[in-house]
């Protein structure tokens, strides 16, 4: 909104209201905006959680160390989504319909986060939305974006086709039609792009939602994500760039830019009340929120298979759970002494701040290596 009135209403009649067209400043401001607001509002937000008694119920099975975190205000989720949607309005061009897709994702996920933590809190236990449930609202979410996507396509602002990193020329397109040309397919001919699709979204919630188990672990790792997908969405949108890396130029993505600028703020100022000992847990409304988010930006921008590196974190957690569970099922037996991964290291003998400032830190090598695969094609 103000991008529209100091830029594209007021800017002729002031002309040093010339500087809110670049995106570099805007980015800026919208990652300073969301830092203020979480700051801010943090104790207030904090405060109503304590007096409506919305308390972190700690699972059984967990580690004991962990239990006397019970009760700690949870659903700080909600400061993230308004630290970040704020900003992003303020901001961005809201012309753009890659930032309402971006925006609406991320409400969407942060309401079936939101949905799960109430129930949690309302039948004071650790359950809340059934498995099937949740992973069912997930997937309409996800394919409803994917469908937009479809649409885009069609009208020329998108495409279907994978960025492969190392590779300059090997770009397969997920629609059936690129592949043999068969008529009268209609939608069906995007099938593949819509599953994988979906697949991306859907892993990444849930990969940043189980990373969500230590203070300030998921948040911490969400600020590196966020700032490797600003660079990425930046040099998508920008002429010179995309075409000295030789990267597919999407000039409508780079606004996006912005909003991912506003995701590193909000963290940071989230990252204030959450550090250890934590004052406030993010809760699913939180996680399910930035993975959908995280997930959304990369399947727009074109680097659904450079996510592994971007969130290198969160999808080692998400594959510790996946192989716990398959290697129990089928073998009876147990890979890490508990999963996800950051309590396999706690029962190692890790205190929780050494556990957290190594993830920290493979988060960054993951996302460096990411940002250095532009070049390395």
Known sequence: MLYWLLYQKLFPYFRPFRIFRYLTFRTAFASLTALLIALLIGPYVIEKLREFQIGQYIREEGPKAHQKKAGTPTMGGVLICIAILLPTLLWSDLSNPFVWMVMGSTLAFGAIGFAD??????????????????????????GAIAISLVYMQTQGSYSTRLMVPFLKRFRPDLAINALGHIPHLGLLAFAPFVIFTVLVIVFSSNAVNLTDGLDGLAIGCTIIAAGALAVLTYVSGHVVFSDYLELQ???????????????VGASIGFLWYNAHPAEVFMGDVGSLALGGAIGTVAVVIKQELLLPFIGGIFVLEAMSVILQVGSYKLRKKRIFKMAPLHHHFELLGWSESKVIARFWIGALVFALFALTTLKLR
């Open 117 to 142: 933590d109430y129930i949690k809190v309302i039948h004071r236990r650790n359950l809340g939305l059934t498995a099937r449930a949740k992973m069912g609202l997930q997937i309409l979410v996800s």
């Open 249 to 263: 130029r999407m000039p409508l993505v780079g606004e996006l830019t912005v909003f991912c600028g506003a995701m």
